[in-house]
């Protein structure tokens, strides 16, 4: 019997609300490169038109082993179908499996995806902050080209949402749903320095741990109560980006920060404001969720962010209130014991010297998002309490 498990994710969101379309893709190819997180002989893809109001043409659609600056390994294109077909529709306001296709990867391995778009595929459906250039051809079907010839490159997902891997029987995945933080926001693009990216390292090298998919749930900007842009609210994606995929045996919960800083900011009024016993519900709502269909849950506390963005038009981003707030989401997170396991990263992160801020080497220079160094320490500490949790099971 077949076991699928994700190894690798984006999470499908809007482009700003009210912004016309006015860009696209038009007898074109983009190609976007990929690290998945567990390997297998077998994988499938998932593509998504979610906030689309218009069918895309697919025209084709291909996976190979990756090279460099948008090269594939020529010998090893694989062609993708759906239902049997090479060409599809992706239906507005829903996602699309592609078959099964036959290519080895390895663990770490790093896989190009490859779509060309016949007629004009507007840009409604994407994942914004992607830390990993995308590369998009002059007009041409070149799905199957090893080198691509390259008209500009981006550095977003384009109706790219998940790749799944068959593993063995009782494998499962971590899903991590988060925010900017989790989405990787200051990392060195191309570099895989987002901390679940850390952390699949880790996993992948430890004996115990290797061959857990870990999932990337994160979008810059996320609210956990509030939608606007920047995606659906976690407890509105909750469905599609935790249960929606197979075999999903933990979640990790990083999320509020933006509940707490947008309000009283250019990005979301006074009257957005949420108060601190409401992101506690959220969080049980969360917690309840996942528990229903067997899922353990790991609560990561919110990391400092005295000084954010100071000096920029988002320096309202943090008060002394929104520390407060933060404090107590903390405090709840660390004593309330109602997630299977909690993740300090506050205390991972902050400058002994001025707990309410990130220590310097840790910071990407914006008082908010940590650097690849404060990445690669959440991935240590997660670990740490990921393996605590497995010892207690």
Known sequence: ?????????????NVWPGDA???????????????VSTGGERLRLRLSNEYGASPIRIGAATVALAAKDGAVDAGGIRQVTFGGERQTDLAPGAPLLGDVVDLSVADLGQIAISLYFPDFAPI?????????????????DFADAAELPVQQTSTS??????VLVESGPGSGSLVCLGDSITDGFGSTVDGNARWPDRLAERFAKSGRLSGIGVLNQGIGGNRVLASRARGANALARF??????????????????INDIGWPETMLAGRQEAVAVESLIAAYRQLIARARLNGIKVLLGTLPPFGGAFGGQPLRTFYSPTKERDREAVNAWIRTSGEADAVVDFERALADPASPSRLLAAFDCGD?????????AEMARL???????????Q
């Open 124 to 140: 409604e459906t994407y994942h914004y902050e992607a830390q990993q250039t995308a590369y998009i051809s002059e007009i041409g």
């Open 157 to 162: 997902r384009y109706f790219l949402s998940a």
């Open 1 to 13: 019997m077949e076991h699928w498990i994700g190894t690798w994710s984006a999470s499908p969101m």
């Open 367 to 375: 008082g908010l998002h940590p650097s690849d160094d404060g990445y």
């Open 382 to 392: 997660f670990e740490e309490a990921f393996e605590s949790l497995l010892r207690g």
């Open 239 to 256: 469905d599609r980006d935790v249960l929606g995929f197979p075999n999903v045996r933990w979640v990790s919960v990083l999320e509020g």
């Open 21 to 35: 379309v006015l860009y696209g893709f038009h007898r074109q190819t983009v190609r976007q490169v990929v690290r």
